[in-house]
């Protein structure tokens, strides 16, 4: 059984940064692709953004060019480095992580709040 363990979340100003990180454990092989999600208050899940096995990414349009997503394949971990926080960032952040045999497996999330 897979496991997604996310840390990083904290309370930031406006403007500030934060950097999100997600380690699976319980598989050997390097996730088909890891991703970002999260949840705003009294709304519905979206994808923030993703990460190939081959290195390709797509973000949302409201997040590109100020967050960015890395992986350490050796580590099996995604990373997500949030830059230019705006309060509207505000959410639940969920780590997500699609295995090699396509099964999908989540974490617990880990909370952003972007306040001055």
């Known amino acids: 059984q897979v496991q997604l363990v996310e840390s990083g979340g904290d309370l930031v100003q406006p403007g500030g940064s934060l950097r999100l990180s997600c380690v699976a454990s319980?598989?050997?092989?390097?996730?088909?692709?890891m991703a970002w999600y999260r949840q705003p208050p009294g709304k519905e899940r979206e994808l923030v953004a993703f990460?190939?096995?081959?290195?390709?990414?797509h973000y949302s349009d409201s997040v590109k060019g100020r967050f960015a997503i890395s992986r350490d394949f050796a580590k099996n971990s995604v990373y997500l480095q949030m830059n230019r926080l705006k309060p509207e960032d505000t959410a639940v952040y969920f780590c997500n992580g699609n295995t090699q045999g396509l099964l999908t497996f989540w974490g617990q999330g880990t909370q952003v709040t972007v306040s001055s």
């Open positions: 990460m190939t096995l081959r290195g390709d990414t």
């Open positions: 319980g598989d050997n092989s390097p996730m088909l692709t």
